[in-house]
Each structure stands twice: as structure tokens, then as C-alpha cells.
């Protein structure tokens, strides 16, 4: 059957298809990406796309909001349940906005806010110098151990004594280890500060419980909805009852107009996604899949920033390899291994052209990979460094990429068992036959 994108634009239907074959034929270890389930892609191209809902549900600037309060009401107590938090707001476009929002809630204009360095980790919004929030406020960032890669607690806390940030900002988009959000709160109760856990990495880890949540610790906790949580590009902000009408004047009318509502309602398919026990086992595997993966790149004489792992990524320094990020990840990527270029804490190098990689399985655990699959891809890995210059034998690894990934199909109709509705399991013939 001919879809009608098909029909009525052939050639966006034609790099749709590409992108698809892409995404099938190769193996993903951006940390950032995943797979959304079918309900997702489904609620994510649904009619909500048609319609506007500027404010909050029962206060809107708009009418005809019956289903919409139902649907954004809906998602705010899947996520308050998910993650025990007094309020959330489901609003924000992306991560970045999730973080100006929590700002604006606790600080104002020229205060200090206090994050992790990029290069050791942090992420653009946490203060680093080309990111307007180091315009906005006064940035004060910290670093990781030179020797071990860690956090330094000891160092967190004098630059928070001496500096007296507004805020402390803990999490990162970068950092392999397991962050002590209780540490962060304590050092930021006693200098008087609000403490911002962005958890944008790591909240499907921290919704199974496998690393501790922030959620007690902090004033207000920031989060993506697609990465290791699974569901569509969004953000989302979690906080105590007193910052909930801060947080929410914040996102809108502070930063934001309406909410992208086909977003915000595959946001509540994902938070009734995460709250399943198999949610709970694919992410435990992410991290099995991980440590899996970085043995054995430590075994084939790889340096790990950190020596290894606890979370969902992995962080290479390539200096004793000889082979600058980028033209590692370009030979990768022609090899269908696709990753990112990244800066390492001890990186001398400019981020547009660093010596570490950036690789995660948060993707090929959704297509079912375990353990003696992440080993295979570290060999994979090792193979295009030892012959980052011959592209023949960078060809074969192509190959051998296609055959793993054949064995492991994109999920595109995966479903998430749902307790409360069974119901007739779908399959794939059962289903509007869109394009995904
Ligand atoms: N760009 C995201 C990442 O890949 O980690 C963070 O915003």
C-alpha cells in the first residue's frame, strides 16, 4: 500500500526510508540515542501535533482542551509516580530548556551558578564559557580528578564555600561513574545554595534503581526524555511543591509557548513504558552491555576515561592509539558503527577536534544485544583503529556490522506489555500501516 507522504512528497518518503535503512543497517552507540517503541512513534505522530495548549491544563490561553488537560494531567502523575517527586513539569522543548527553566526558578540574572566543566563532562548549559547561561550568570565550573577521572567531592565543596553559588548543578552528559547526588545536597544545604541534578543521561538508570535518584537531594532535577529513558525528544522537570509554580512559570510564559503536545503525550507513553519490569530489565542490561564493552576494550589496550564504566557510557582516550577522535569516528561511521567525537578530561585538544570517542548501548540494548555482543562490537571497534587508514579492511568490518545487525532487527513494533489494558497484543499487520 502507498502511504500518502509517499504519494504526495516521494522524495522526503525516499530519505525517510534512508534514514531507516541507516538506522537498521548500523550499529548506534551514541549514548544520547535510542529506539522509541511503536505506542511512542504512534502518540509522537498522532493529531495532538494539530493543536495548540498555551499554559496548564484547566488554565489554558486557548479552548477546545478537553483531551489535552486529560493527556499533560495524565503524564504529570505518571512522572511524579516514576520518580516519587512532588511535582513535574512535562513542558520543556529539550533538556537545554529544562536547565534555563530551572534557572530562572531559583536564580536571577548575575547570580553564580556552578556546574561541571565540559571538557570533564558537563554539559553546554552547566556554565561553559560559549553557552549563554556563563553570559547570563557567573559560571563557576569544577573538574574531575586528573588521576582517577572521578568527581572530586573534596574540590566540589571548597569552590562552593569560597564561590557561594545560587546554584550547584550535579550531572553530566559525559561522566561514566555513578554521581553522589546525597554529597551534592548536603555541600549545597550547607553553603546555602539550590541544588539541580540534570539526570538527562541517566534517568531510565535511575527510574530501575540502579543508580541512586537525585530526586531527595535536589530542589529541582532536569531531565531528556529520549535518551536511556526511551521516549520522544523532550524535557521534563521534576521538583519540590515549593518550586512548582517557579518551575512552571518558568517553562511558560517565561521561556516557552504552547507545548508540543504530540510530544508531551508520547512523553506519557514512555513514562507508562518505564514503569514496567521490563523497562527495569533492559536497563540493568544497558549497563551489563557497558562494563561488557569496556573490558574488553581495556582487555585490546584501549585508555577509559575513569577506567571503565558504571553507567550506560563510555569515554575513550585515544592519545595512546594515535588517532584523533574525529578521524576515528568518521571511519567508524563508514564502517556503520556510529559514535561520537568527544573531549576527555586531560584532552589538550580543541572539542571540534578531540582525541577521546563518546560510545554508550542504551540503542543496542533496545535491539536486544547482550554482553557477548557488546564484546564482539569492541573488537569491531579495535579493528577500524588498528587500520584507520586502509578502507578495505574498514569495508569488511562494514560488512561484519550488517551481519550482527541483521541478527538483531530494529525493534519498530516492539510493545511494552501493559498490566492495566492486555488487551489483544498488536502486531506489525494488525497496525495503521505508517511509514514506521
Ligand atoms: N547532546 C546531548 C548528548 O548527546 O549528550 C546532550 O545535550
Redesign the pocket.
Known sequence: MITALEQYDPQIYELIRQEKARQSGSIRL????NYVSRAVMEASGSCLTNKYSEGYPGRRYYEGQQVTDLIEKMAQQRAKKLFKADHANVQPYS??VANWAAYLALAKQGDTIMGLSLPHGG??THGWKVSVTSKIFKSVQYTVRPDTGRLDYNQIEELAKKHKPKIIISGA??YPREIDFEIFGRIAKDVGAYHLSDI??IAGLVVAGIHKSPVPYSDIVST?TH?TLRGPRGGMLLCKAEHAENVDKAVFPGLQGGPHMHTLTAVAVALAEADTPEFIAYAKQIVKNAKALAEKLLEYGFNLSSGGTDNHLILIDLRNKKVPGKKLSKALDRARIVT?YNTTPLDPAHPANPTGLRIGTPAITTRGMKEEHAEQIASLINKVVENVNNESAIEEVGKEVLLLSSQFPVPEHFIIPNKNNPGTPHTSDTLTPWLF
Open positions: 551514541i549514548p544520547s540515542e533538556g537545554s554539559h553546554l552528559t559525559a538527562a543521561h531528556t535518551k561520537n
